[in-house]
């Protein structure tokens, strides 16, 4: 049984970081690609970014290219989303995901395991 945790999310001002963690466990993670997804209150749950099985491709919402960074240790089954000038439009619920493919790409419909979300609220 794959079971996807999430870790690290909380309260921040704006400009300040955080890094999320999402520790896999059931398979073998370092065959399937994975990512993160968030969802504020009323929206729907939107791509963050992706990573590929061995780390060497990534994908990046605009709105998130070039402030958070996500990657991958496969000894440590653990994915992380380190984020940083995060701004009020960034709080969320931050879930990560895991495919049957080697990278999947921003659509919630490709990927077929998800973690319980770890909440991030950025006060401004």
């Known amino acids: 049984q794959v079971q996807l945790v999430e870790s690290g999310g909380g309260l921040v001002q704006a400009g300040n970081s955080l890094r999320l963690s999402c520790a896999a466990s059931?398979?073998?993670?370092?065959?399937?690609?994975m990512g993160w997804f968030r969802q504020a209150p009323g929206k729907e749950r939107e791509f963050v970014a992706a990573?590929?099985?061995?780390?060497?491709?990534?994908a990046y919402a605009d709105s998130v290219k070039g402030r958070f960074t996500i990657s991958r240790d496969n000894d440590k089954n653990t994915m992380y989303l380190q984020m940083n000038s995060l701004q009020p439009e960034d709080t969320a619920v931050y879930y990560c995901?895991?495919?049957?493919?080697?990278?999947?790409?921003?659509?919630?419909?490709?990927?077929?395991?998800w973690g319980q979300g770890t909440q991030v609220t950025v006060s401004s």
């Open positions: 995901a895991t495919s049957n493919q080697a990278f999947s790409d921003s659509n919630t419909g490709s990927y077929n395991y």
């Open positions: 059931g398979r073998t993670f370092g065959r399937y690609g």
């Open positions: 990573i590929s099985n061995v780390g060497r491709r990534t």
